[in-house]
């Protein structure tokens, strides 16, 4: 178990002068999970292979521990690491392959075999020792993975999308094992997905990355609740937030036929940036459907274009009906309503932004406005 | 809610309707039809493939047990009876066989062994090297493979007499070796292209040096890929006459060599040639089983996710 710290760690491809990962900081504390997770190309895989000694530090440096080890190579990290395949020997039974490792390091053959053993136990799989990875499916050879990595009993574990291979059903299943299994043995982990529902569900903190750059690293909920920038806003949460650049006049954003009322401190940073415009941000679930009783002015129309209902959730996909502005027309609003009455495919139903929970991000830089 | 309702009782409709089996005699399918007639066109051609190659075989194995009565009669002979004397003279007298035999294992094992090892590494190296040019690299090494013998025959010819290495050995070895290694070095490069990468990172992590994991992940994995580059650079260097015929002498002349040799200007000796044809051809067939064996072995079968 160790504290991991990635102090701007950069990474620049041959031929590229974009760097993959850009001045990466990261403190991971000893026996945390942390999440890295982001879109396609957003340097989450390199970011972990730098770490792993696979991928060399081009910039700022790595340390496990009290150790440096930006320069060392793999075998001297004292690290496990779960590939996205698997990577398992196919010409090596199931306990070989977990007890590789140990067979490398020398360990004595009673020792190896214990805790080969001591694992399978721990993951279901001590009648499949014998068998070749071939004969085994692909949630068990996950789990084979996962013990190859257990046995060696490193200081650090580290996983790279490695339930991506998985059906639906067991990936949820699994996730909840890789938790489970992680906070038992206290490693500190380091998990690589670009599931944000599994970042979400696993990770003591999630760290986002985009282009190489870190946005946000902080718990689920903080990730969730306070999104630093449009992109964390737009990344975290399923359905998405609702997200729209809008006017600005006087002391009101105004969008859909709506306007609501700016805090000073928010007013502020606009003046300090001397921008009329603001992007405007609101969960599916920040809004409530208004009766036409309580119309008032920060109130909107969405007619409504698709209808989810989920059985303990119900989602409204609709678009703004009392504008003509083409551009919020093109905008597609997402609101969570009432699963026992959910409204039908094409029904105007007027909503309101719950006070307080609409996030503002300036339009020119994207970062979170003061509220 | 009109739509609610009928949606089930179309189902239901369609679920009622029988199935019904395409009349018998009936092709199921154009692609079946058309399937049929390939296929006899198929056993066609496999059969004249067959006929071509194992008649004259047959016909040298059935010749080698003739005696020189038979083997030259006018008529082909198909019932005999066999004898092995043309076998016996080939392994009696000053210019017996064996000699020839121990060269030929000699000069095509060695070089069949040195160009699988540094084929191997040298194919690794490439299959994994990052490097601009790579594919024109890879294409120069096969290119020199396609250079006919002949082009290089005589430059060898003027290095291998300034390094002594004319009539001997190891100048076989090194002539059937520039032949070879490109070609080991090639075929080897494209089984290590198919082993994920991941498979030795995976090693690397769990504490090998590049070494360790190429020997003890990598080199299992593409043990059907060192059997088929062994047993090809074999059968090359084991049926040369080009090179043979110009670098050996009588310290080191080899099978193919020594069937040159009853071939005179006063006659053909058919029964002795034909025996042998058969003492070259027998090892190889056995190796080309061998290989057969292995080629379709795939290793790399559950080695990643959905294989």
Redesign the interface.
Known sequence: MSRVLYDEATRIY?GSTQPAVDALDLDIADGEFLVLVGPSGCGKSTSLRML???ERVDGGRIAIGDRDVTHL???D?D???V?????????MSVADNMG??LR??KVSKDERDRRVLEAARLLDLEEFLDR?????S?GQ?QRVAMG?AIV?EPQVF?MDEPLS?LDAKLRVQTRTQIADLQHRLGVTTVYVTHDQVEAMTMGDRVAVLKDGILQQVDTPLGLYQHPANVFVAGFIGSPSMNLGEYRVEGDEVVFGGARVRLTRETLKALKEEGSDRVILGFRPEDVTMVGDGDQDDATFLVTATVVEELGSDAFLYGQYADTTDPRLLEQTVIARVDPNAPPAKGDRVRLRIVPGKGRLFSASTGLCLPA | MSTSTTGPDRTARTARRPVQAAPRGVPQSPLEESGRGTRWVVAIVVVVAMLWTLVPLLWMLLSSFKNSADVTAATPQFLFTPVLDNYRNLFTGANNLWPYIWHSVLAAGISAVLAVCLGALAGYGLART?MRGKKHLAFWIISTRMAPIAAIVVPLFLIFRGLGLIDSIPGLVLAYLSFNLPFAIWLMSAFFAEV?P??E?????????RW?AFRT?IL??TKSGLVTTFVLCLVFAWNDYAFAVVFSGPNSQTLPIAASQLVTQTGIDWGQLTAIGTIVVIPMMLAGLAVRRWLVTG?????????
């Open positions: 041959p792993a000694g696979l190579p793999p075998r990290r690290i496990a690491m590939f996205q395949n698997y990577a398992l020997y196919p010409h590789f490792a490398v390091m070749k990875p071939k004969a085994l692909g050879r190859r060696r580290l291979n | 990052q994920p991941s498979l990172e995976s090693a690397l992590v769990a504490g090998c040096t360790q992940v299992p994995l290793l790399t079968l559950g080695a990643v996710t959905g294989e």
